[in-house]
């Protein structure tokens, strides 16, 4: 059975840095990509971060050159570095991790960035 839990999630300053921990239990992560996700109240589910199963990274224009994801396949981890913070990247973070047959999410870690 695959699970996906986050966390890393809490209260920052702007201008800070949060580091969001994905741990994958089951044996499919490293042939997965991994994606970070956010959502906001009222808004929907935005994709902002993904890595391939190959290791190659993409994002969204908005987060560009302040997060990072990467991945450890042994370890079945994934992360997402976030600096400069900003109170508009407030939001519930979620991480999947998909193949072309399936996917799967994790239930979400909350991030507060205050001004």
């Known amino acids: 059975q695959v699970q996906l839990v986050e966390s890393g999630g809490g209260l920052v300053q702007a201008g800070g840095s949060l580091r969001l921990s994905c741990t994958v239990s089951?044996?499919?992560?490293?042939?997965?990509?991994l994606g970070w996700y956010r959502q906001t109240p009222g808004k929907e589910r935005e994709w902002i971060a993904g890595?391939?199963?190959?290791?190659?990274?993409h994002y969204r224009d908005s987060v560009k050159g302040r997060f990072t994801i990467s991945r450890d396949n042994a370890k079945n981890m994934g992360y997402l570095q976030m600096s400069s913070l900003k109170p508009e990247d407030t939001a519930v973070y979620f991480c999947?991790?998909?193949?072309?047959?399936?996917?799967?999410w994790g239930q979400g870690t909350q991030v507060i960035v205050s001004s």
């Open positions: 999947k991790i998909a193949r072309v047959n399936d996917a799967y």
């Open positions: 890595i391939t199963d190959g290791g190659s990274p």
């Open positions: 089951g044996s499919i992560f490293s042939e997965s990509a």
